[in-house]
């Protein structure tokens, strides 16, 4: 089965701090993208960042950077200089077997940012 | 338009009672997906279409779930003789061609079935 897991349900940084967020995923292709979306309460998902499968290189998109590690199958996202509009519903995803299909997406990590 | 498009952003139905969620994707997007995120969960798969063509519908939950994009732009997922645990948001995303385009989402349809 191809899954998608998120261990931390609820997270606190402060702002200004540097959090990671973690997510694993379970299959057996080759050929896979990864993603971490941003859920606030307007409900839409907003993409964060991607990373494809066959790149070594982390993705990095400003203050949002991936530690992907296909070995260990494990896709973390660091957030630094936490902004108090980080506060949101954060979910890895992932499309697997090629770039067709849909994601499976995991339960999510609620990060609330403090003052 | 510039977003995907969800209405009704709200609707509360009385158990039984027959609902139609619409989604109007991005012009020219092919792909459209939708999803079902229940309270406090991840978004789950329901079902897929590309163009007008539904090519997975592995997710629907019951025969009650039916989704249709006749014309290959807007999409209507249909729910017949609602149920409780029915109750989710239903989320629409449409994509020019997957995972190397990426997915645009709507704000979505929370359904309340009371």
């Known amino acids: 089965a191809q899954t998608v897991t998120q261990s931390q349900p609820e997270m606190s940084v402060q702002e200004a701090e540097t959090v990671t967020l973690s997510c694993t995923y379970d299959?057996?292709?080759?050929?896979?993208?990864l993603f971490w979306y941003k859920q606030p309460p307007s409900r839409q998902m907003i993409l964060v960042i991607r990373q494809e499968a066959y790149k070594q290189q982390n993705a990095t998109e400003n203050r949002f950077s991936v530690n992907f590690q296909k070995a260990a199958k494990s896709f973390s996202l660091k957030i630094s200089d936490s902004q108090l509009g980080d506060t949101a519903m954060y979910f890895c995803?992932?499309?697997?077997?090629?770039?067709?299909?849909?994601?499976?997406f995991g339960k999510g990590t609620k990060l609330s940012v403090k003052p | 338009g510039a977003g995907v498009s969800q209405s009704p952003r709200y609707k509360v139905a009385k158990r039984g009672q027959d609902v139609a969620l619409r989604c109007d994707p991005i012009?020219?997007?092919?792909?459209l997906f939708w999803y079902q995120q229940a309270l406090g969960q991840g978004p789950e798969f329901l079902t897929y279409f590309q163009n007008e063509a539904q090519l997975d519908k592995s997710g629907l939950p019951s025969d009650r779930f039916f989704a249709e994009r006749p014309e290959g732009s807007v999409s209507t997922l249909k729910i017949q003789r609602t149920q409780q645990e029915d109750s989710a948001v239903y989320l629409c995303a449409s994509s020019l061609g997957g995972a190397d385009y990426g997915y645009t989402f709507g704000s979505g349809t929370r359904l309340t079935v009371v």
């Open positions: 995803a992932s499309v697997f077997g090629g770039s067709q299909g849909n994601l499976i």
């Open positions: 012009s020219g997007h092919v792909s």
């Open positions: 299959t057996s292709e080759n050929n896979y993208y």
